[in-house]
């Protein structure tokens, strides 16, 4: 199998739709190889998109840009000994689409986010929403490409459904890597409210501020903890941040007492796939979570 991801292992999309696979699939015989477009210390280049001047990204998108057309011209070329092309969320443009739909062996093309919708999410450059605009008008192309597309949730199974045949995989998360954190030893000075992330999904923090406060005045013991991206200021209430690392995201995860995933309702989050939701669950934290797309089916609420 011969796959092309967006980013390397340290982003979560292409981490849990094709890394951490690999290990099952060589145990099972299968031989793979990756081919990726933006590497890892693309990562932090990519976080440039939430600043406010669109000239400052211009050097990375168009740095992208190259990375996608030579993948594309590699992925083709390196497939003709392979059985299956997997492509995981990359956006081919046209010449390349056609190149690859001239592979003698079958695409499955993977995408986790409603990358189809052209609405302008709140606080986006113009630069930012050409991007979005661009990946949407490509996206029915990589699908007619593809022998059967890999989705997270009926949203996008809807929309995908048009163009080849689709297996839904929400998530995943390998339990193998997390563990149940016995919470009852815990010293009872503060309770800790966790959320994990990107500085791109801190925007959601914001609709709980409200009720955060609110909380912090009932509950003087409440802290709230950020993974991934900056704290917001919520009068009243002590809050942290600090950064991720995969190495310690297991230990950050079982610092928390309750995992929260806001989120708004639109047609971009109806597209998500619940991961911070799974992360909490597989180390045994209740969770709070707006109840948007596969949320609803993740969480039953109350339970």
Not at 68 to 89: C, E, H, N, Y
Not at 125 to 136: P, Q, V
Not at 138 to 167: H, I, Q, W
Not at 208 to 236: C, D, M, T, W, Y
């Amino acid at each position: 199998v011969l796959f092309v991801t967006q980013y390397g292992a340290l982003a979560a999309s292409s981490r849990t739709r094709v890394f951490q696979y690999l290990p099952y699939l060589l145990q099972c015989g299968v031989e793979s190889s990756v081919i990726t477009v933006l590497p890892d210390r693309a990562i932090a280049g990519s976080q440039i998109v939430v600043t406010d001047n669109p000239l400052g990204k211009l050097p990375y998108y168009a740095w992208a840009t190259w990375r996608t057309l030579s993948s594309g011209l590699r992925a083709w070329w390196r497939s003709r000994p392979a059985d299956v092309l997997f492509i995981q969320k990359v956006i081919f443009p046209g010449p390349v689409r056609w190149l690859l739909s001239r592979c003698r062996c079958p695409v499955v093309y993977d995408f986790d986010d409603a990358i189809f919708t052209t609405e302008v999410r709140e606080a986006r450059s113009w630069l930012a929403a050409w991007k979005e605009r661009r990946n949407a008008r490509g996206l029915p192309g990589m699908l007619k490409l593809a022998a059967v597309a890999v989705v997270e949730n009926e949203y996008t199974a809807d929309f995908a459904r048009s163009y080849c045949e689709v297996a839904t995989i929400t998530g995943p998360i390998d339990t193998e890597l997390y563990s149940i954190c016995d919470r009852t030893r815990r010293k009872p000075e503060a309770v800790v409210l966790g959320w994990i992330g990107s500085a791109t999904s801190r925007q959601y923090l914001e609709l709980i501020r409200g009720p955060l406060h609110q909380l912090s005045k009932r509950f003087p013991n409440l802290r709230l903890r950020v993974v991934g991206a900056e704290s917001p200021h919520v009068e009243g209430l002590q809050v942290e941040s600090k950064d991720w690392s995969l190495e310690e995201e297991e230990e950050d995860l079982r610092g928390f007492d309750i995992g929260l995933m806001p989120i708004a309702d639109d047609p971009w989050t109806r597209g998500k796939g619940g991961y911070k939701l799974l992360q909490y669950m597989a180390t045994g934290l209740p969770v709070v979570t707006s109840p948007v797309g596969v949320n609803r089916q993740i969480v039953r609420d109350g339970e």
